[in-house]
């Protein structure tokens, strides 16, 4: 039977749960996990044919974690962070993959989720108190609750460029990459974009085509990742400090990654201490160059010694001047756009079959069947394409799902100036609805492991307690998101990020709204506000008991 006792029977035609799970990525196959443990009914549907989602779409040469996979793991399971071996610092895409099946395999969750299934439609029914969720297969199954845990970097941007359709080589998109081998080998390829997909992706490129041209908008600043194998001593180093580290990691990191916090900012320091420690992290390498200082997102002049670091060691490893000057960034400031890591970017410009092209200055007019033209005229002759455009980032792919809430409002329609959430979480007239890592948390600016686990934790008791008190349904007040969606904007303007064109703010779409979309307030801040809001009562919230909906509904 059912956890949680239905109002109205299911329509005959309709399957029926307790809660719809749209995504089996990281955040689906955990939730699915915490669900099960506590006695719900719970569906996933996953449009891939495999669980694992951002590891299961982008499979480009060179995919791999940039958060280090001891961190990039899930730690809800002690067994499991102390059996799985990773191979390596940063774990490559095929390696993160199996992890993903391993634990759905290890966890018994296959016969929850069914594949090549996208949730198309969701429609909440007022008198019944259920969502009814329309699948591609024309199926509908009703819930009481729908979880989106359709990621935030899961719609592959096809950029809007004339010709392209037309063009007759072969055409890659990083986020949506073939399940079968591609090899560039003796042919011209092109690459067009230059964030952290085709930073991955251009120096293995380059080693097998005959020659690559990059297509660079905006240049990108990349950090060295320093990838090696991890052996065994050092696995057990880490694992032996886990509870110290997932705990750092959840409560007191503002990223979720455990390091050293800085005790003083940039310009605390003298020039050539500054350096030697901007060095010593170049050295050690990764994602934690950005937490030497403590104010390089908040001092645009603190900023610019890290910035100026990196243009100096852009200028040291690329030979030609030109080229060195184009990959370096100067029109934001550092970290305001996803940090890169990369192995062997910059050295990459100085073989002889890479060219880097300026697209911002000799913008792409069109592409040819064979080439393409540049605006001055110029036509790069090209065998295979690859877009490394990225992706409608956070809300992407919560939009392209017909989501109608109370009084038939749509989602889109709420968000059409930005996403309005209360802490990310629900939306307000949508009950019973809840997002993983959604606009207005922390999300993409963490380790998106800790992220995930955090919110599917908090729901997954949110629902516990609503079944325990008889609740049946719960949704966001209108007046705790507005004050929420506010001090999301505050605080994202006392920082440097609202400056750069990043995904972050939706400038990579044209005509999105430019919104700062994540919550810079730190995981550890946001997690204990997200636990004070459970505590006191799920303040901010409006949670009914089935008597109140009837009586409402008979009004
Ligand atoms: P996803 O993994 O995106 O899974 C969502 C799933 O939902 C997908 O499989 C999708 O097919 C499915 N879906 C979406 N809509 C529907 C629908 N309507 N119907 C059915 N199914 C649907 N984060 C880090 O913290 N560290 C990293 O090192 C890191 N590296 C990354 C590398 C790449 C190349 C990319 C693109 C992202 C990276 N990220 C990283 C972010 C990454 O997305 C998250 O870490 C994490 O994998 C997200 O898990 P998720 O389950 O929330 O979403
Ligand atoms: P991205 O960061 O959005 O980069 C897209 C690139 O394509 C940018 O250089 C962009 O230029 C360019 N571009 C987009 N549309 C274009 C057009 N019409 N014409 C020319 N150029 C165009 O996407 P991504 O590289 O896929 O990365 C997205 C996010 O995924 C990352 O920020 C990161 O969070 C995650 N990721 C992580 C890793 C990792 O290291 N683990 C790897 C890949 C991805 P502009 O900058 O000028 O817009």
Redesign the pocket.
Known sequence: MSAVQPIDAPTPAAASCDVVIVGAGFAGLYMLHRLRGLGFTARVYEQGDGVGG?WYW?R?PG?????ESMQYSYSFSEDLQQEWDWSER?AAQPEILRYANHVANRFGLRSDIQFKTRVDRAVFDEAADRWSVTLSDGQMVRAQFVVLATG??SN??M???KGLAGFKGAVYH??KWPHHDVDFAGRRVGV?????????SIPIIAEQATHLTV??????YSIP?RNAPLTDDERDAFRARYPEVRRFAREVARNGIYTELPDRGALDDAESDRRAKYEARWQRGGLTFMSVYNNLALDMAANDTAAGFVREKITEIVKDPGTARLLQPDTYPIGT??I???TDYFATFNRPNVTLVD??AN??EDILPDAVRLADGTKVALDALV?????D?MTGSVARIDIRGRNGQTLNHKWAEGPKTYLGLMSAGFPNLFLITGPGSPS?LSNMMVSIEQHVDWIADCLGVMRDRGLVTMEAKRDAEETWVAHVNEVAKGTLYPQA???YMG??IPGKPRVFMPYIGGVGVYRQICNDVAARGYEGFLMAPAEVVRKAAAV
């Open positions: 951002t982008n480009y995919a791999r974690c940039d958060v940063y935030c970097l592959a941007r950029p809007d460029i990083t986020g067009i974009g230059t964030g952290s997909s085709a930073i991955q297509f660079q908008r905006t240049p990108n990742a756009k996803r890169c890591i990369d697209i911002k913008p792409i877009l490394a455009t990225g992706f980032a993409v064109n990043s995904w400038a990579n």
